[in-house]
């Protein structure tokens, strides 16, 4: 798998018109309309509904109030976007563990 499609998710289909996404990205740079799958930026939340993991996802050229829930198996494809929010994640904890010792 090339590196560019590592980080791609299922996410409903663009307007045919649709040329540029709200932040003025081509939208096939943001889109792969071969595979119907959008481009993620980042992983932002991790949340438990019904028992079922979710992440919220910053997609590739949309603003935050376009950020989706999605299942956890939908980021199997961005295992690089995985690693960078657990990374995050794991600083955060210890930085907050660490000034609560203070």
Not at 64 to 84: D, G, I, L, T
């Amino acid at each position: 798998m090339r590196e560019s499609e590592k980080s791609r998710l299922l996410w409903p289909c663009p307007s045919r018109s649709m040329k540029k996404t709200p932040l003025g990205l081509n939208i096939h740079e943001a889109y792969d309309s071969e595979r119907n799958e959008w481009v993620v930026d980042e992983i932002l939340q991790l949340r438990s509904i019904n028992f079922e993991l979710e992440y919220l996802i910053l997609w590739k050229g949309y603003p935050r109030e376009y950020a989706s829930w999605e299942p956890v198996q939908h980021a199997e494809n961005c295992p690089e976007k995985v690693q960078e929010f657990w990374i995050r994640e794991h600083e955060k904890f210890f930085k907050r563990d660490t000034e609560n010792k203070k």
